[in-house]
């Protein structure tokens, strides 16, 4: 048996795939992403989604005024897109260095995806434009198609959507988001170096029993909805695995209190305030602390051709109580493990 470290220094991590909202809520939440990491792809689903420069622009300087002073977070934008996204906008964005990347919601997959794709083939020339200038697509993989399961909208949008897009456009960078199955870890598995994955805390922790079993658990309840266990499993095993095809993104969506308990949950975890530390548990569980600096801190930027941060972080082997409610700006949130306790500390 060999004994865990009391603690780990590694290289600052980032968050490839985060919602920091907008308004109070920005202000609330926006110190618990730049206190963990040093940069993150934020994700334009705002109201009205972030289609423009100016408006990624604008959006950029909001984040950075609801940081806390002397905090160092640089946000990366995102382009939300549309039926209607023009490639001249896309590439402006991306050459000024506002649009880090786009993000593909199929409509109505999600929060504020009315206004979302509402056919693949109505952005091919933008995703050409993309993938000539070497701009990241990042995707949400549901299909939407009311006749499809929503346990089952992951796999069947890998095949028919995304295997045909790969197939298509092979030297386009694809991120496929917050993967949740077993189907997805095999199909970028399988892909060439060009698809990469983010994976969130909560789809390594929690499968669909968490919020069914014993009563309906709002605050288990995201997009896409965790599934089986032989999912999380598999998931557990890629992001441990050491591949560079897998990376961090927490998917830390906060949604006031009142907004997830209702007859009509809001989709979202708030995992931010914890999300290192989640993450760790994890790693240790499968005996996989060695291979945490990848996922956290490397893989992602090597996927995205940014520099890795030289900032060192230390977690501490040390008990850790997440509060059962936290307060963000003028409503209240309730985190991913609100009142249970964690086993790493990240060091202030
Ligand atoms: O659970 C989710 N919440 N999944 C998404 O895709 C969107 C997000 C949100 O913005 O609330
Ligand atoms: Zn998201």
């Not at 334009?44 to 423009?52: D, F, H, I, Q, R």
């Not at 509402?118 to 990042?138: F, H, Q, S, W, Y």
Request: charged share 25%; glycine share 6%.
């Amino acid at each position: 048996m060999t004994d865990t470290p009391e603690s780990l220094i590694i290289r600052r991590p980032d968050d490839w795939h985060v919602h920091l909202r907008d308004g109070e809520l920005l202000r609330g939440v926006a110190a618990f992403t730049a206190h963990q990491f040093a940069r993150a792809i934020v994700m334009p689903n705002l109201s009205p989604p972030v289609t423009t420069v100016d408006a990624a622009s604008g959006y950029r300087d909001r984040i950075l005024a609801a940081v806390p002073e002397g905090v160092s977070f640089t946000p990366l934008m995102t382009c939300y897109l549309t039926d209607h996204t023009s490639p001249d906008e896309l590439e402006r964005g991306h050459r000024e260095g506002v649009f880090t990347a786009a993000k593909l919601y199929p409509a109505n997959a999600t929060t504020n995806s009315a206004q979302g794709v509402t056919d693949v083939a109505n952005i091919g020339k933008a995703l050409e434009r993309m993938a000539a200038i070497g701009m990241p697509l990042c995707v949400h993989g549901e299909v939407t198609d009311a006749e499809i399961d929503v346990f089952d909208r992951e796999k069947v949008f890998i095949d028919r959507v995304l295997a045909p897009l790969v197939r298509e456009l092979p030297e386009l960078k694809v991120i496929f988001e917050h993967i949740t199955t077993r189907d997805a870890v095999q199909f970028v598995d399988d892909a060439g170096d060009d698809v990469g994955a983010t994976i969130t805390p909560q789809h390594l922790h929690i499968n669909r029993n968490a919020m069914l079993v014993g009563g309906i658990r709002p605050h288990a309840y995201c997009l896409p909805v965790a599934k089986r266990e032989e999912h999380r499993l598999a998931l557990r095993k890629a992001a441990t695995s050491g591949s560079a095809k897998y990376f961090l993104g927490t998917d830390s969506a906060p949604h006031a209190r009142h907004a997830k308990e209702s007859g009509c949950g809001c989709a979202g975890i708030f995992n931010a305030p914890f999300a290192l530390e989640s993450y760790l548990q994890v790693f240790e569980e499968e005996g996989a602390l060695d291979r945490f600096e990848r996922f956290a801190s490397e893989n992602g930027p090597r996927f995205y051709g940014l520099p890795l941060n030289e900032e060192r972080i230390t977690l501490e082997r040390t008990s850790v109580d997440v509060p059962a409610e936290i307060d963000a700006g003028d409503t209240t949130v309730v985190p991913f493990h609100a009142g249970e306790m964690l086993r790493w500390r990240l060091r202030r």
